[in-house]
């Protein structure tokens, strides 16, 4: 499988400069590009294929006057800059026939100099690589120093450099690996995400929310333009690190993971918008989903209509919606005194099937063994249930 690897790079001021240079050009091809590509579809033409395209505006371009500094930058940069263009055309035709899973596409748009972010990718043919000193060497540019956290499991073919809004750059890698499965573990838990604990597991632990931004909120005030960008992204590196400390913990404690999905964009345009982005548990989750991948644990995602906070856990008994003050209940069928979190955890594995553990005590799966609630299916109102096997 393949995974991206990102490093923090430090180039100096004539490296930085020949960045800068880089990124214009790769604008400017792909906005030449798209031009080209507007024009054929209103006079009613085909669109120009990538290598009629690539002739058009680099190879000839570059003996005119107007764009003859295309030629101070990797020709290989400016290749895959069109091809960035063919792949967002190809995204938005799939989007449009409904070929293409996920969210709609936009029809591509012009890129600005004064975009948030700005990337280049240098392939094999551009002959860039790793110094024996460790540095990065890339085609006019020159050798940039790089901050290697961990080593690369192969070698790449390709690497992408990218500056941020913050105006910080990384060198990005998409490498080949191999799945790494780790030993055979007993337990297995369900991850109840929410606001006032960022998650609460289905053994009794919970997990204090960081509140990264709610804390920075004066400072980010206080702060402007390029300072806000800096502290923004401070603030997203710290939610980042958070999310991999804990999901890396979890995969490793346990061999089944289930976690309930989340509405996010729902939840997105309430009152409770800042909290939730700030919590950021859909990055979060989908870590847990390819950590488990990698690990050979198994992971399950439960329906968001299934009623987990609703139901006790001890009996099985639905006692209905309570308002979000209501922190602990009392279940009016067994008397059990339930937490409203721990119980929605316990509530979450049983969903996916999985034998857990609430406070020391064992439960079974009991309130929908062996079975996944698919979100958004539903059949005269009821979730669509379909089958999971049971571990």
């Known amino acids: 499988m393949q995974l991206r690897y990102s490093f923090r790079l430090y180039p100096n001021g004539?490296?930085?400069v020949a960045l800068g240079r880089a990124f214009g050009c790769a604008r400017v091809v792909f906005n030449d590009g798209l031009r080209a590509r507007k024009d054929a579809h209103d006079?009613?033409?085909?669109?120009?294929k990538i290598g009629d395209l690539s002739k058009r505006v680099i190879t000839e371009a570059k003996k005119t006057e107007a764009r003859a500094w295309l030629g101070e930058v990797s020709a290989v940069v400016l290749q895959q800059s069109l091809r960035d263009l063919d792949t967002a055309y190809a995204n938005f035709f799939a989007s449009m026939k409904g070929t293409r899973r996920g969210p709609k596409v936009a029809e591509p748009r012009f890129k600005s100099r004064k975009d948030n972010r700005h990337s280049v990718r240098f392939t094999a043919n551009a002959r860039w690589k790793i110094t024996p000193g460790q540095d990065l060497s890339l085609p006019k540019i020159g050798d940039v120093r790089v901050k290697w956290s961990r080593a690369l499991p192969s070698i790449p073919s390709t690497v992408t450099v990218v500056k941020d809004a913050a105006g910080r750059y990384f060198a990005s890698f998409v490498?080949?690996?191999e799945p790494e499965t780790l030993p055979e573990v007993t337990p297995q838990v369900g991850i109840d995400l929410g606001l006032g604990h960022f998650a609460v597991l289905s053994d009794g632990r919970k997990i204090d929310a960081p509140r990264f931004l709610r804390r920075a909120e004066k400072k980010l005030k206080r702060e402007q333009r390029f300072k806000v960008a800096r502290a923004h992204a401070q603030v997203a590196d710290a939610r980042r690190e958070f999310h991999h400390q804990l999901s890396t913990q979890i995969i490793r404690e346990n061999q089944?993971?289930?976690v309930e999905d989340l509405a996010v964009k729902g939840l997105a345009r309430t009152r409770l918008a800042k909290s939730v982005h700030d919590a950021g548990g859909s990055a979060f989750v989908a870590m847990l989903e390819y950590k488990a991948q990698i690990h050979g644990?198994?992971?399950f995602r439960i329906g968001r209509f299934e009623p987990t906070s609703q139901v006790c856990s001890a009996c099985g008994v639905q006692d209905g919606p309570k308002p979000l003050h209501i922190r602990v209940w009392t279940?009016?069928?067994?008397g059990t005194v339930l937490d409203r979190d721990i119980n929605a955890a316990v509530n979450v594995a049983k969903a996916a099937g999985l034998a857990v553990s609430a406070c020391g005590a064992q439960v079974r799966p009991g309130l929908v063994p062996a079975q996944r609630v698919e979100a958004g299916t539903h059949r005269d109102g009821q979730p669509t249930v379909v089958g999971i096997p049971a571990l």
Do not use: M, N
């Open 297 to 299: 644990r198994r992971f």
């Open 331 to 334: 279940c009016g069928a067994c």
């Open 175 to 177: 490498v080949e690996t």
């Open 14 to 16: 004539p490296q930085r």
């Open 43 to 48: 006079q009613g033409l085909p669109y120009p």
């Open 256 to 258: 089944a993971i289930a």
